[in-house]
């Protein structure tokens, strides 16, 4: 993310072995959204967004974040601060 412009941090650390990755994606702290793997019926698994940034109420965003960590305490939390982050995890625009 750096070698591209952007910023990359981790916001929870989970389980090493078990645990699940959300991914948020953000540009200049603004337009978050919240990606993760989702079981398909063919067993296969796809990135999800879970959830976006209400720019009315941003609250929202972050209480479903801390909800999420503290039902699940193996969560990992990685934030992207990039445009189109998408692309790093193998998504186009037309797929997000």
Excluded at 29 to 49: F, I, K, L
Excluded at 65 to 93: K, P, T, Y
């Amino acid at each position: 993310t750096q070698a591209a412009g952007g910023f990359a941090m981790v916001l929870h650390k989970g389980d090493r072995e078990a645990g699940t990755i959300l991914v948020v994606l953000t540009e200049k702290g603004a337009n978050s959204r919240v990606y993760e793997r989702m079981p398909q019926p063919d067993g296969t698994r796809v990135w999800h967004c879970s959830r976006h940034e209400d720019s009315h109420n941003p609250q929202d965003f972050a209480e479903y974040l801390a909800r999420r960590r503290d039902q699940d305490g193996d969560v990992w939390i990685v934030e992207l601060d990039i445009a189109n982050g998408e692309r790093f995890i193998g998504l186009s625009n037309s797929q997000a």
